[in-house]
C-alpha cells in the first residue's frame, strides 16, 4: 500500500497524456481553469478542512496573488518565474494579517470577519484606480517564458504548468497531513481546548494553516493573472469565494483528493450542461443544501468529519454558551 | 441656513433613511441569531425577494385596473410583500435550517449560503438579470425646509420604520408569542418543558423577521426606483454589521444599530466618498467582531471555549 503522497503522480499521470490525445484548444483552456479551480480548494480545504476555520474571504488571496504579479511585472518588468513566489509570500503576508483574528473569534463570527476582509479588499482594488486600473482592471500582463519559450493563446504549456502545480501541492500537503503539523491542525479542529491542553499551540497552527492556505491561493492568482493577461476586480468577488467553498465541501472536508475532485465536477459541470448555464449557480446553492442536510461529509469524506458534522443526539442544540 | 449645516442635515436625513431599512432588516438577524445561535445568510435576500414581491403586487394592481385610491395600492403592496416574505422565511426555515438544528454552525452557515444562492437566482430566471424598474406608486412630493429636501417617501420611511419597531415591541413584550420567543431565546429546554412549542416559536420568529425585512425591501425599492437581484447581498450584510453593533440577539440593539450605522454611512459618503462607503461599513464590521463582538447592548458573547 503506498502512502497518500506516493499515490499522487499515478492518480495525476493520466491527466498529463490528455494534450496527446486531446488537441481541442477550447478541452484544455477548460482543464486549465479546473487546475486552478483545484488548487484553490485544496489551498482552502487547509483552513475551512484541515483547521475547520471557515474561510468566506478566499477570492481576496486569489486576487492579492494575481494583483501582485500584475503590479511587479508592470511595474518591475518582474519575469513570471520570480513573480510567483513573489505572489505566494504577498498573499501570505496577507493571511497572517487574517488569521490574526482567529484567535479571537470563533466559528461564525470569524466567517463574516474574512467575508468583510474579502469584500474590503476587492472594492479597495476596485477603487485604487491610479494602482490598479479601478474596474478596468489591469490588462498587458507578461505570459510566462520558459528557457527561451515562449507561452502564447495555446492552452497546451498552461495546462502543464498548473499540473505540476497542482502535483507538486498536493503531495507536499499530504506530506503536511502525515506531519506533526498536520495532526495538530485537526487536533484544533476536533477540539481546540484539549488541543491546547495537550500544549498544541493553537495560535501558531492557526496561522500556519492561514499562511499556507493563502500561499497556494497566491501561487494561483498568479498563474490565473499570467494566463488571463488582463485581470479586473469582478473576477475575485464573493460569488468565487463560495464557488470554492461549493468545491471543496462537495469533494469532502478535509479530504485533499475530495477539493479537487470538487474542482473537477463542479469546473466542468457548467460546461457539460451548457443549456442550463443560467441554472448553475442554482445548482450549486441547492447542492449546499443538500449536502449539508443528507451528506455533510462530502462525496470522499472521512468518518471523522462525517461523527463530526452530525446533529449531535443526545447534546443539547444550543451548547453550554 | 449656512452650507455646511445644510449639508449635515442632509446627510442625516440620508443616513436616517437607510439606516431604518438596516434596522427593519436587522432584526430579523437578531431575532433568528437570538433564538437559533444561526447567522441566517438567506435574510438578505429575503429583503431582496420584498421588494420583488412589491413589484408584482404594482403589476397586480395595474393589471386589474382597480380604482382604488392610492393609501389603498400602498396597502396592498405592503401586505402583499409581507405575507409573500413570512411565507417564504418559513418555508425556507423547513428546509434549509430545521434538518440541520443540532448541528455545527458551520453547517447550518453553509446550507444558509446555498439557500442564498437559490433565492438569488431563482429571482434572476424569473424577472431576469437586468435591473428592474420600480414605477412611482407615491406622488413625487418634495418639501424644500430651508435647503434640506425631504422627499414623501422618506418621510414614509421613517413613519412606517419607526411604527413597525414600535408594534414588534408591544408584539414580544405584550403577546403569548412574543412571551414564548424571549423563553425560547433564554432557555429553549426549559422553555418546552414549561410547554412552549419551540417548533412553532421559530416558525413565527421566522415569519415576524422576514415580513420586516420584506417591508425594508418594499421602501428600498420605492426610495431608488429600481431592484436587483443581487441587491440583498450587500443589504444583507450590512444589517448583519447592524445587528452586530447593537449587540446580537438584542431588538433594539438592532434597531439602534441599523440607525447608527445608516448615519455613519451618509456622513461618510457626504464628508470622505461615496465610493469607499462600503468599505468603512465593512471595516466598521471587522473591528467590532474583532474588538466588541457584544456590540453596544449585547450580553450576548459569540462562542466561548
Known amino acids: ?321 | 441656513m449656512s452650507p455646511q449645516l445644510q449639508l449635515f442635515l442632509q446627510q442625516l436625513l440620508n443616513g436616517l433613511t437607510i439606516g431604518m431599512i438596516y434596522a427593519l432588516i436587522a432584526l430579523g438577524y437578531t431575532m433568528v441569531y437570538g433564538i437559533l445561535q444561526l447567522i441566517n445568510f438567506a435574510h438578505g435576500d429575503v429583503f431582496m425577494v420584498g421588494g420583488y414581491l412589491a413589484l408584482t403586487a404594482i403589476g397586480i394592481v395595474a393589471a386589474l385596473g382597480t380604482g382604488l385610491p392610492v393609501w389603498g395600492v400602498i396597502l396592498f403592496v405592503f401586505l402583499f410583500s409581507m405575507s409573500g416574505a413570512a411565507l417564504l422565511g418559513v418555508g425556507i426555515e423547513r428546509f434549509a435550517y430545521r434538518p440541520l438544528r443540532g448541528s455545527p454552525r458551520l453547517t447550518a452557515l453553509i446550507s444558509a449560503i446555498g439557500m442564498s444562492f437559490v433565492l438569488q437566482n431563482t429571482v434572476m430566471l424569473l424577472y431576469g438579470s437586468k435591473e428592474q424598474i420600480m414605477p412611482d406608486i407615491l406622488p413625487q412630493w418634495q418639501i424644500d425646509l430651508s435647503g434640506v429636501t425631504v422627499s414623501l417617501i422618506q418621510g414614509m420611511i421613517l413613519v412606517t420604520a419607526v411604527s413597525l419597531m414600535i408594534f414588534l415591541n408591544l408584539f414580544v413584550k405584550k403577546t403569548s408569542t412574543g412571551r414564548a420567543m424571549r423563553a425560547v431565546a433564554e432557555n429553549p429546554e426549559a422553555a418546552s418543558l414549561m410547554g412552549v412549542s419551540v417548533d412553532r416559536v421559530i416558525r413565527s420568529t421566522f415569519m415576524v423577521g422576514s415580513g420586516l425585512a420584506a417591508m425594508g425591501g418594499t421602501l428600498f425599492a420605492m426610495n431608488y426606483g429600481s431592484l436587483n437581484f443581487h441587491d440583498g447581498y450587500l443589504a444583507g450584510i450590512k444589517a448583519f454589521t447592524a445587528a452586530v453593533f447593537g449587540g446580537i440577539g438584542s431588538i433594539p440593539g438592532a434597531m439602534i444599530g441599523g440607525i447608527l450605522l445608516g448615519v455613519f454611512e451618509g456622513f461618510c459618503a457626504g464628508y470622505i466618498s461615496s465610493e469607499w462607503k462600503d468599505v468603512f461599513a465593512f471595516g466598521l464590521l471587522v473591528a467590532l467582531l474583532l474588538f466588541r463582538p457584544s456590540g453596544i447592548f449585547g450580553d450576548n458573547v459569540p462562542e466561548k471555549v
Open chain 1, 1 to 321: 500500500m503506498l502512502s497518500s503522497s506516493r499515490k499522487v503522480p499515478l492518480i495525476l499521470a493520466p491527466f498529463a497524456l490528455i494534450p496527446l490525445f486531446d488537441k481541442n484548444t477550447y478541452h484544455l483552456d477548460l482543464l486549465t481553469n479546473v487546475g486552478i479551480y483545484a488548487l484553490l480548494a485544496m489551498g482552502l480545504n487547509v483552513v475551512v478542512g484541515l483547521t475547520g476555520l471557515l474561510n468566506l474571504g478566499y477570492a481576496a488571496f486569489f486576487a492579492i496573488g494575481a494583483y501582485s504579479y500584475a503590479l511587479a511585472n508592470l511595474h518591475w518588468h518582474w519575469p513570471f518565474w520570480l513573480g510567483l513566489p513573489f505572489a505566494g509570500v504577498v498573499s501570505m503576508l496577507f493571511g497572517f494579517l487574517i488569521g490574526i483574528p482567529s484567535i479571537r473569534v470563533r466559528g461564525d463570527y470569524l466567517a463574516i470577519t474574512t467575508l468583510g476582509f474579502g469584500e474590503i479588499v476587492r472594492i479597495s482594488f476596485n477603487n485604487l484606480d491610479a494602482w490598479t486600473g479601478g474596474p478596468n482592471g489591469l490588462l498587458g500582463i507578461a505570459r510566462p517564458k520558459f528557457f527561451g519559450y515562449a507561452f502564447s493563446v495555446n492552452p497546451t504549456p498552461y495546462y502543464y504548468l498548473v499540473l505540476l502545480l497542482l502535483a507538486s501541492t498536493a503531495f507536499l500537503l499530504f506530506r503536511m497531513c502525515n506531519s506533526k503539523i498536520g495532526r495538530a491542525l485537526v487536533a484544533i479542529r476536533e477540539d481546540e481546548l484539549a488541543a491546547s491542553c495537550m500544549g498544541v499551540p493553537a495560535l501558531h497552527v492557526k496561522l500556519v494553516a492561514f499562511g499556507v492556505s493563502s500561499f497556494i491561493a497566491g501561487l494561483a492568482g498568479c498563474v490565473f493573472a499570467a494566463k488571463q493577461t488582463i485581470i479586473t476586480p469582478d473576477s475575485f468577488d464573493f460569488v468565487l469565494s463560495v464557488l470554492i467553498l461549493a468545491m471543496v465541501v462537495l469533494g469532502g472536508l478535509g479530504n485533499i483528493w475530495g477539493a479537487m475532485l470538487g474542482a473537477l465536477v463542479l469546473g466542468t459541470l457548467p460546461e457539460l450542461l451548457r443549456g442550463f448555464a443560467v441554472y448553475r449557480m442554482l445548482i450549486f446553492g441547492v447542492i449546499m443544501i443538500l449536502m449539508m442536510i443528507f451528506r455533510p461529509q462530502g462525496i470522499l469524506g472521512s468518518q471523522i468529519i462525517r461523527r463530526e458534522l452530525r446533529p449531535k443526539e443526545k447534546e443539547a442544540p444550543h451548547g453550554s454558551s
